[in-house]
């Protein structure tokens, strides 16, 4: 009776410790994917210049085409987690396709504007679209992005 006893209290004891295992793996499987994401906007035209590139901690701007005098600050985890939560409702493998609903860029009313989403090494981009009108579809993230870019 005892080798009985003992050896269902071992497997009890191992499948126990095995599921935390996985769950501790599936969590930090998930932040390290969140690590990989950059969001990058980018808006330019003859004599406006400006690229924010956000990562999970950090917010990097540049406002000249060389890209020589960065602007950086910290993120805050709310603002990030935002940025995640927008950035999942939107159907990235539409985002190539997206229309523009205006089109000022095209006689200099506004600038040319862009979003590029890199994840996990893919790169994907949105068609062009006016600065600050984007396609409704990503119209929340992009006016997010703007937002922590102002503020």
Known sequence: MKPILICFTLIVLLTGCHSKKNART???????????IELLYGAHTRGY???????KDRLTEFKDYEKLN????????GEWNKCMKLLDQI?????PTLKSPTNYRQYDGAAF???TIIKKGDT????????????????ALVEHLLSIQEN
């Open 124 to 139: 994907i981009q949105s068609n062009n679209f006016d600065h600050k009108y984007p396609p409704s579809e990503i119209k």
């Open 70 to 77: 960065a602007i950086s600050k910290d993120l805050k985890e």
């Open 26 to 36: 599936q969590n930090s499987e998930k932040k390290s994917i969140q690590n990989e």
């Open 49 to 55: 210049f400006l690229e924010i590139s956000i990562r």
């Open 91 to 95: 159907n990235l493998t539409s985002l």
């Open 113 to 115: 504007a862009q979003l």
